[in-house]
Each structure stands twice: as C-alpha cells, then as structure tokens.
C-alpha cells in the first residue's frame, strides 16, 4: 500500500465496521513505531488479532528507553493519546527470527508485526487499557477525521 492509500484504507475501515483495536505503549516506543520505522512491537504474549491498531501512547514512560531516544522524536511528550494507525499483520516467536526480522526485535519476546503505520497530524486524546483494547465509536470517529482533515 501506498501511504495515502494505507491512510484512507485505514479512515475507512475506522468508520465502518471493520474490528479495531488499541495498542497502548510506553513512550518512546509509541513515537518510535509513528516517525521512526518501528515495525516490530515486542510482548510478551501472541495475539490472533490481525487488522488495524491505534498507536497510543499510555501514561507511563519507558524511562530506560527514553534516555536513548532522539531528544526531537516528534510527539514524544504525548500521553494518554492515540498517535497513528498501523496494520498487526501478525506475530512469531523470536525463537522463530533469531531477532533478525528486525534491529527492533528483542530476544525472548513474541514480535508483533506492523505495516502500513499512517502517523497522525495531531494526537487524539484517549484512555488506554493493557493488552489489546475495543476503542469507542466515538474514538473512532474522532481518529478517522484526524486522519482525512
Ligand atoms: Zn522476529
């Protein structure tokens, strides 16, 4: 996919009825998956979830990380919002890389794979959840036009 036709593939499917669902991550990581090309998020559990994700930077920060990121990340002060949209296209075990699928892949962890990230011009404000969380309507809405305007 193109990125204008990832975003308006991803506005569209945030006002229909596709499944969505949140992503909540520590700072820096949320801003590292936006504008840094972050394709492989690291957890601790798999997940059968595929399609899109809200990017959302929780309240908690990644103190250790945030030390070594880039001092102008952009949007690396948000919190408590949603900071782009991203394709989960799957997971595998790092076993199953040996770390290699990625300089973002960490060993002993299960490797979410991102594509199509479409960062946000501006943050939407939202609460996150652990895990993987159901976003409002409302929310969905509110980051659909945030992704057209
Ligand atoms: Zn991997």
New binding site residues.
Partial sequence: MTHLTARSAAAAALRGTDPVRGLTTRQPWTSSIAYLGKR?ENRSRVTTFTGWLMVHAGLLTDREAIRDAPRDLTHLEARGAVLAVARLTGC?R?V??N????TW?QPDRV?WQLADVVALKEPVRATGALYLWTPTEELRQAVAAELTR
């Fill in positions: 492989i595998h790092s199953d890389c770390q290699a699928c990625s892949a490797h």
